[in-house]
């Protein structure tokens, strides 16, 4: 493996993963375990391990930016976009505004995008440190403090009407393009009551968009249900005062040339992908640009030696990472 390639880079970063949303996205994951100011329900990543409204400030932007650079440098990755994500809420990493100043210096032609519970925007600094993105996406999921406290166990210091507010703030001061994702569950959130509500929030806030999604992967309440193509675009049609887009499967890209890396590094990037979120074969052979088959042989043999775990979900079969990296 190229010696280039430092502990830190695979740390920090991983995929590109497939995103329903942005594409090929290129994470960068800044937190040491689940660590969030949710516990959603719904969430790929697994149950949170730190609940906290802390921020904290370390590693440095400039060793994160010196990871990034590595991975790039060592992996030659196709992507289209650097994403902030991972095990927890980004926003919690107190710099992350200066970091993105040096992500957008020293790869000028990719947009960065930042995927937020939006639980910290009552904060000032938070909402100033994302303004240099170029997307930033928040999530709405409840219409009220009961149905918040439900689906995303938010921390104690926590409100509803305090997520609502900064949503708002940060709409008023944001240049970039904002996109609003809503996550509807079968028999919890879908109801007419509940999205006619959910939908006049969302025009009070008044994104460039609302990404209107349901249960793609495992989460951390196996028994959840998703809602069918048909039923969200039913619930679609509540949000009439905002653009709205009903967000589907990722969609194979396809590259112009497969990757031709050695098993060893294909391996360390499957893995790295896998403990932060789980997908199928297909997820990970187009967005790491290499053969299915590839891909499917360390897969097979991750499987077995009980590494890797493979679920199936609705007729798909997705593999997520046995225990979490180090």
């Given at each position: 493996?190229?010696?280039?390639?430092?502990?830190?880079?695979?740390?920090?970063?991983?995929?590109?993963?497939?995103?329903?949303?942005?594409?090929?996205?290129?994470?960068?994951?800044?937190?040491?375990?689940?660590?969030?100011?949710?516990?959603?329900?719904?969430?790929?990543?697994?149950?949170?391990?730190?609940?906290?409204?802390?921020?904290f400030s370390e590693p440095s932007p400039n060793e994160v930016l010196s990871g990034l650079k590595a991975f790039v440098e060592a992996?030659?990755?196709?992507?289209?976009?650097?994403?902030?994500?991972?095990?927890?809420?980004?926003?919690?990493?107190?710099?992350?505004?200066?970091?993105?100043?040096?992500?957008?210096?020293?790869?000028?032609?990719?947009?960065?995008?930042?995927?937020?519970?939006?639980?910290?925007?009552?904060?000032?600094?938070?909402?100033?440190?994302?303004?240099?993105?170029?997307?930033?996406?928040?999530?709405?999921?409840?219409?009220?403090?009961?149905?918040?406290?439900?689906?995303?166990?938010?921390?104690?210091?926590?409100?509803?009407?305090?997520?609502?507010?900064?949503?708002?703030?940060?709409?008023?001061?944001?240049?970039?393009?904002?996109?609003?994702?809503?996550?509807?569950?079968?028999?919890?959130?879908?109801?007419?009551?509940?999205?006619?509500?959910?939908?006049?929030?969302?025009?009070?806030?008044?994104?460039?968009?609302?990404?209107?999604?349901?249960?793609?992967?495992?989460?951390?309440?196996?028994?959840?249900?998703?809602?069918?193509?048909?039923?969200?675009?039913?619930?679609?049609?509540?949000?009439?005062?905002?653009?709205?887009?009903?967000?589907?499967?990722?969609?194979?890209?396809?590259?112009?040339?497969?990757?031709?890396?050695?098993?060893?590094?294909?391996?360390?990037?499957?893995?790295?992908?896998?403990a932060r979120r789980p997908c199928s074969l297909d997820d990970l052979a187009d967005s790491l640009g290499v053969p299915s088959r590839?891909?499917?042989?360390?897969?097979?043999?991750?499987?077995?030696?009980?590494?890797?775990?493979?679920?199936?979900?609705?007729?798909?079969?997705?593999?997520?990472?046995?225990?979490?990296?180090?």
């Amino acid at each position: 493996m190229n010696s280039n390639l430092s502990i830190a880079s695979r740390s920090f970063v991983f995929g590109p993963v497939p995103s329903r949303r942005l594409g090929r996205s290129l994470g960068i994951d800044l937190l040491p375990c689940k660590m969030c100011s949710f516990d959603c329900i719904y969430c790929e990543c697994g149950p949170t391990e730190h609940l906290t409204v802390k921020r904290f400030s370390e590693p440095s932007p400039n060793e994160v930016l010196s990871g990034l650079k590595a991975f790039v440098e060592a992996f030659q990755p196709a992507f289209d976009v650097i994403t902030f994500s991972g095990s927890g809420e980004p926003t919690l990493y107190e710099p992350i505004g200066d970091l993105i100043d040096l992500i957008k210096r020293d790869f000028p032609s990719r947009p960065v995008a930042v995927l937020t519970n939006g639980s910290l925007f009552m904060d000032p600094a938070v909402r100033a440190s994302l303004l240099r993105s170029d997307i930033v996406s928040p999530s709405l999921d409840a219409p009220d403090e009961a149905l918040f406290r439900k689906i995303n166990r938010p921390h104690p210091s926590l409100t509803w009407e305090g997520l609502v507010e900064g949503l708002i703030a940060f709409r008023k001061e944001y240049r970039g393009i904002y996109r609003l994702e809503v996550l509807l569950i079968k028999n919890i959130n879908d109801s007419h009551e509940h999205l006619e509500r959910i939908a006049n929030v969302a025009s009070r806030i008044n994104p460039d968009v609302v990404d209107l999604t349901t249960i793609a992967r495992p989460g951390t309440v196996s028994s959840l249900q998703r809602l069918s193509r048909e039923e969200m675009e039913k619930c679609a049609d509540f949000f009439k005062d905002v653009p709205c887009s009903i967000v589907g499967g990722y969609l194979k890209k396809g590259v112009a040339q497969e990757r031709k890396i050695s098993p060893q590094m294909l391996e360390t990037q499957i893995v790295n992908l896998l403990a932060r979120r789980p997908c199928s074969l297909d997820d990970l052979a187009d967005s790491l640009g290499v053969p299915s088959r590839d891909a499917s042989q360390i897969l097979s043999r991750l499987t077995a030696e009980r590494k890797v775990l493979a679920q199936e979900v609705n007729g798909k079969i997705f593999y997520s990472l046995a225990s979490s990296l180090p």
